[in-house]
């Protein structure tokens, strides 16, 4: 453990932002560096909702476990940014899936490469709860996801369970994405469901597209941008849940949630559940 702990620290990156800090600047947290909250403000000068913008992607994924968990799944593995430090009490993600679970208890998988936050939740959540874990691994490297030890024996094989990639922007290629997909379905019990979130352009002005590109390779380089149809054809073959492929904030409302409710394409990402045959 000594040694990963050491690894991570060593691949630390403080001066380049990146979207799973970015997330947790917009969240309050402390998990950030200065890059982060200068790109944050960057992109917000350019776009004045994206603050906002990045809470209404954590309050879609907050509604997606949620749901999920009314529907009796107790298992999550979540690949991605599921646990910003700045979330209130109570409002991390296996919290939300122990309230929609009720008397069940939920067991939660969160897989991490930034080591600033994969720090954070090992300090702050594994300790306290011996229904959560925290591991390392990063979503273009699938297979070792699917064959960690921890996610192998945590987990139940045999019954089903939500898999959330949110993660998706450091997807670059389309046929590698397709192909995680496909290992996710052929691995996953019959039953499970699969989340995606995919950041899009599709409602920016043509006119400020320029400016836009331009602000995302100076601050976070390598980040896949998809159009609609784009994601349509990575969902191709997949039973999506209502209300399909929609802006985030229109992904089953409950009125609580208001960030971006008014102008729900200024979130900038798409969101959809699918049900795994």
Not at 30 to 38: C, E, I, L, M, S
Not at 161 to 184: P, Q, W
Not at 257 to 274: I, M, R
């Amino acid at each position: 453990m000594r040694q990963r702990a050491i690894r991570n620290l060593a691949k630390l990156e403080m001066t380049q932002a990146s979207v799973t800090r970015i997330l947790d600047a917009a969240a309050g947290g402390k998990n950030n560096f200065v890059a982060d909250r200068d790109a944050m403000r960057r992109y917000d000068l350019a776009a004045p909702v994206t603050t906002t913008a990045a809470r209404a992607v954590l309050d879609y994924v907050c509604r997606v476990v949620r749901h999920l968990g009314t529907e009796g799944v107790d298992q999550f593995l979540i690949v991605g940014s599921g646990v910003p430090s700045g979330l209130p009490l109570g409002r991390q993600l296996h919290d939300v899936a122990r309230d929609a679970l009720g008397a069940s208890v939920p067991r939660v998988v969160y897989v991490e490469s930034d080591p600033m936050v994969l720090a954070g939740a090992r300090a702050t959540i594994e300790p306290v709860t011996d229904l959560v874990r925290v591991v390392e691994g990063d979503v273009r490297e699938i297979d070792d996801i699917l064959d960690d030890r921890v996610v192998q024996t945590f987990l139940e094989w045999d019954r089903p369970m939500a898999v959330l990639l949110l993660s998706t922007h450091s997807l670059n290629d389309d046929e590698y994405f397709h192909f995680v997909i496909k290992r996710i379905r052929q691995e996953v019990p019959e039953g499970s469901y699969l989340s995606l979130l995919q950041t899009t352009f599709d409602a920016i002005p043509a006119e400020l597209l320029p400016a836009i590109h331009e602000l995302l390779a100076m601050t976070l380089p390598g980040h896949a941008i998809r159009a609609r149809e784009e994601v349509e054809a990575l969902l191709e073959g997949l039973a999506l849940v209502d209300p399909g492929l929609v802006w985030v904030p229109e992904w089953r409302p409950n009125g609580h949630d208001t960030a971006c409710l008014e102008d729900p394409s200024s979130s900038g990402n798409y969101g959809a559940v699918a049900c795994i045959p």
